[in-house]
């Protein structure tokens, strides 16, 4: 069976809408040959790419056109493949707790990784290197609350800001927060809301 068959065949049975690496291919060839073989796929229309090593089948909505997956699902596979953290940007953190309703302008996420922009379908994604300590807990809800606190800082902290997260946390996500790796100063204010 040759190379692009077995990709062809492979693909076949990956849900469309549903992003996934170059690496899936590995064990098939070379990389610059698979590599080639997705390029003609995206030419025939049968994979769109998504960003650099990053592709989907198409996956036509009837309301919305193309459907496309989440910055965050993509950005999961590069974090996967680069041995890294993504975690979101703290400014978003605060808006899901409610505690801003300003939207950025610009996605921005947190990473371990060097800071660079990634082209995410038609958007281009800020990386922004940050200290382990941000990136605690990425993906949960502790982790969120990590980088709301962080990004509010000591001035922004109160108890009405610890009650609003609290109360959109379970007590074991708080419990892992306050048990985090933080600065005294928000140690204090985490002890004040127990």
């Not at 922009?117 to 502790?142: C, M, W």
Request: aromatic share 6%; glycine share 8%.
């Amino acid at each position: 069976m040759s190379l692009t068959a077995n990709i062809a065949k492979r693909i076949k049975y990956t849900p469309k809408g549903q992003p996934f690496g170059i690496d899936r291919f590995v064990d098939t060839g070379s990389r610059t040959a698979v590599a080639k073989t997705l390029s003609r796929l995206v030419a025939s229309g049968e994979l769109e790419r998504l960003s650099r090593g990053i592709y989907m089948r198409p996956k036509l909505s009837h309301f919305a056109g193309y459907a496309r997956p989440s910055t965050q699902s993509i950005l999961r596979i590069i974090a996967r493949r680069n041995s890294e953290i993504i975690q979101v940007h703290g400014a978003e953190a605060v808006r899901s707790f409610g505690l801003s309703t300003q939207m950025q302008i610009k996605p921005v996420f947190y990473t371990s990784g060097a800071t660079r922009k990634v082209a995410v379908g038609g958007a281009l994604v800020h990386l922004l290197h940050v200290s382990p300590q941000k990136l605690q807990h990425a993906g949960t809800k502790a982790g969120l609350a990590l980088c709301a606190l962080f990004y509010l800082g000591k001035k922004g902290m109160n108890g009405a800001v610890i009650a609003s997260i609290k109360a959109k946390m379970s007590s074991s996500e708080f419990k892992k927060l306050t048990n985090s790796e933080i600065p005294v100063w928000m140690q204090v204010a985490l002890r004040q809301a127990t």
